[in-house]
């Protein structure tokens, strides 16, 4: 290889600034309704603009970016949307599941009690949580071992990043999780489909119980 395809090969990609303003939306750094400017991306991310437009161009297309006049912001999910993606999210994660209780591997298996385990050590720290929940389930996306599956759930949860707030966030829910995503892992540990679908489309619907308590409480607070 020459210097000269050494330096192309590390220059970041159009996938890599996607990668990077997704990211940055997801732990919050951009949240729903600020303004991305093509210029300010391209000097924060080290990158030149035109992979920061296809991104952006990419982000718009999959509706996590609205157009407010000629400007791009980070789209935010109406209480209808929310709802409909909670219905969507909730049986995909229970198929993926079931899933996982069929197909996991035992050092998969075993990687989801590790995780459950460590994440114990969260509870007092919801944002770091949040962190850890999102990698536990696309734990158990992989363990489905179905990629149309990922693709699907993939999308699901790159909106969910549109959620201003985390429902881990409300008062009592990070010990009540965590004892969720136990029961999940008995069942899936157990080889248990019905138990472990059953188990994380309860968990999805506590959530959502939660974040319309959450919404209720902000609507409150804000007449």
């Given at each position: 290889m020459t210097c000269e395809d050494a330096m192309r090969a590390a220059r970041p990609t159009h996938t890599d600034a996607?990668?990077?303003?997704?990211?940055?939306?997801?732990?919050?750094?951009?949240?729903?309704?600020?303004?991305?400017?093509?210029?300010?991306?391209?000097?924060?991310?080290g990158v030149s603009?035109?992979?920061?437009?296809?991104?952006?161009q990419r982000l718009e297309t999959q509706s996590l970016l609205s157009r407010d006049g000629?400007?791009?912001?980070?789209a935010s999910l109406d209480?209808?949307?929310?709802?409909?993606?909670?219905?969507?999210?909730?049986?995909?994660?229970?198929?993926?599941?079931?899933?996982?209780?069929?197909?996991?591997?035992?050092?998969?298996?075993?990687?989801?009690?590790e995780m459950v385990e460590a994440d114990n050590a969260l509870i007092n720290d919801p944002p770091a949580l949040a962190r850890a929940n999102r990698r536990f389930h696309t734990q158990i996306h992989l363990a489905s071992h179905?990629?149309?599956?990922?693709?699907?759930?993939?999308?699901?949860?790159?909106?969910?990043?549109?959620?201003?707030?985390?429902?881990?966030?409300a008062d009592?829910?990070?010990?009540?999780?965590?004892?969720?995503?136990?029961?999940?892992?008995?069942?899936?540990?157990?080889?248990?489909?019905?138990?472990?679908g059953q188990a994380l489309r309860d968990h999805i619907s506590v959530a959502f119980m939660t974040r319309l308590k959450q919404d209720a409480e902000t609507r409150r607070d804000e007449a």
């Open positions: 996607y990668s990077m303003i997704l990211e940055a939306i997801d732990i919050g750094t951009y949240r729903p309704g600020d303004r991305l400017v093509e210029s300010e991306l391209a000097e924060r991310f603009r035109t992979p920061v437009r296809e991104a952006l000629r400007s791009l912001i980070v209480h209808n949307q929310m709802s409909e993606l909670y219905v969507v999210r909730r049986e995909l994660e229970g198929l993926a599941a079931s899933l996982a209780a069929q197909h996991a591997t035992a050092e998969e298996v075993r990687i989801l009690r179905n990629r149309y599956l990922v693709q699907q759930l993939d999308l699901v949860h790159r909106t969910m990043a549109l959620m201003a707030t985390t429902s881990l966030a009592g829910r990070t010990r009540i999780a965590q004892d969720e995503h136990d029961r999940i892992v008995c069942a899936i540990e157990a080889k248990d489909e019905a138990e472990a």
